[in-house]
């Protein structure tokens, strides 16, 4: 049984930064692309961005596109998100995601994996 662990959410002020983590246990994390999802309050959950396999792609939501970098430690069994220049736009619940393939993607129903969720909340 695959296992997600997400760490590193916490509040912190507009145009800070935070580093969240995803520890995947149970099986390779090699053997999946993975992906970042938030849910703000009253709102949908929404993709975030996607690294393929080999972490040779990389594909993100426009709303975070220069500002968070999505990267990946096979060999730790980890996948990071780096997250700078926040605003309270940020605010939600991030959610990493394992999807047993080679390649990105941006649906989460493509995804069979799930952790439980990290907490960011970012001031203004």
């Known amino acids: 049984q695959v296992q997600l662990v997400e760490s590193g959410g916490g509040l912190v002020q507009a145009g800070g930064s935070l580093r969240l983590s995803c520890a995947v246990s149970?099986?390779?994390?090699?053997?999946?692309?993975m992906g970042w999802f938030r849910q703000a309050p009253g709102k949908e959950q929404e993709f975030v961005a996607s690294?393929?396999?080999?972490?040779?792609?990389?594909v993100y939501s426009d709303s975070v596109k220069g500002r968070l970098t999505v990267s990946r430690d096979n060999g730790q069994n980890t996948v990071y998100l780096q997250m700078n220049s926040l605003t309270p736009e940020d605010t939600a619940i991030y959610y990493c995601?394992?999807?047993?393939?080679?390649?990105?993607?941006?649906?989460?129903?493509?995804?069979?994996?799930w952790g439980q969720g990290t907490q960011v909340i970012v001031s203004s």
């Open positions: 995601a394992a999807r047993p393939a080679a390649y990105t993607s941006t649906y989460d129903t493509q995804y069979h994996y």
């Open positions: 149970g099986h390779t994390l090699s053997a999946y692309a």
């Open positions: 690294i393929s396999r080999s972490a040779g792609s990389t």
